[in-house]
């Protein structure tokens, strides 16, 4: 099988949580790939994200000559193209649900995505929130807890060994650390917390975060 050369298009560090999806789980795969990041916040973002994806939007992964274009479009295709890397558990049941789950990240939780944007660097901690976005707070904690019960026993992520659904719930852990002062208060008996822990204990979240922070200073140098 040929090697496929990667280019991964994403959007500013510190807002972009579709970008940090398929980011991480590439690097947590050790795969090599050409990051080419878009500013989102550049009066002419439409126009440069155009000039990689008729789609209009970040991120997209070039693979050689063949464009994907949605986050867990490229993370199904990294985790077929390398399944050394193991981005699925290997036992059917883990799959199965670690599936569901990162569907329903993908498709749901529209309270706190609308109310609670990723700022990755921020902290805006908030004791109460409308009741939706409380609704998917809870939701999220229960799920977390309900995976790393049942299939969490030989390591610190949902499904023991990081995947694709670590990949999917990696900028929900950062909204949760943003926006929210105490998860108990949403049903957390620590599970989701140290979960949380083990995400950004992650050397490859901390790049993210040195790369968030070299933009921000970017923008204050060109706001100068």
Not at 9 to 37: C, N, T, Y
Not at 175 to 189: E, I, M, Q
Request: glycine fraction near 6%; hydrophobic fraction near 45%.
């Amino acid at each position: 099988m040929a090697r496929d050369t990667y280019r991964l298009v994403i959007g500013s560090k510190h807002w972009s949580s579709w970008s940090l999806r398929p980011w991480l789980a590439m690097k947590q795969a050790g795969l090599d790939f050409e990051e080419i990041r878009i500013n989102l916040r550049a009066p002419n973002k439409k126009e440069l994200i155009l000039q990689h994806s008729p789609a209009g939007k970040v991120p997209v992964l070039w693979a050689s000559d063949l464009l994907i274009w949605d986050s867990l479009a490229i993370l199904e295709y990294i985790a077929e193209r390398h399944p050394d890397a193991q981005l699925w558990p290997s036992d059917s049941d883990a799959r199965a649900i670690a599936r569901s789950v990162s569907a329903e990240m993908h498709s749901g939780f529209q309270a706190l995505r609308e109310h609670c944007p990723m700022k990755f660097l921020s902290q805006e901690l908030r004791d109460t929130h409308i009741e939706p976005v409380e609704a998917d707070i809870r939701r999220i904690v229960a799920l977390w807890g309900d995976c790393r019960r049942r299939f969490g026993g030989e390591g610190p992520f949902l499904f023991s060994r990081f995947s694709v659904a670590d990949a999917m719930y990696a900028p929900v852990a950062s909204r949760l650390r943003t926006y929210v002062n105490d998860l108990a208060a949403f049903g957390d008996d620590g599970t989701a917390s140290a979960y949380i822990e083990a995400l950004y204990a992650l050397p490859a979240m901390d790049e993210w975060k040195r790369g968030a922070e070299a933009e921000r200073e970017e923008a204050v140098e060109g706001a100068g």
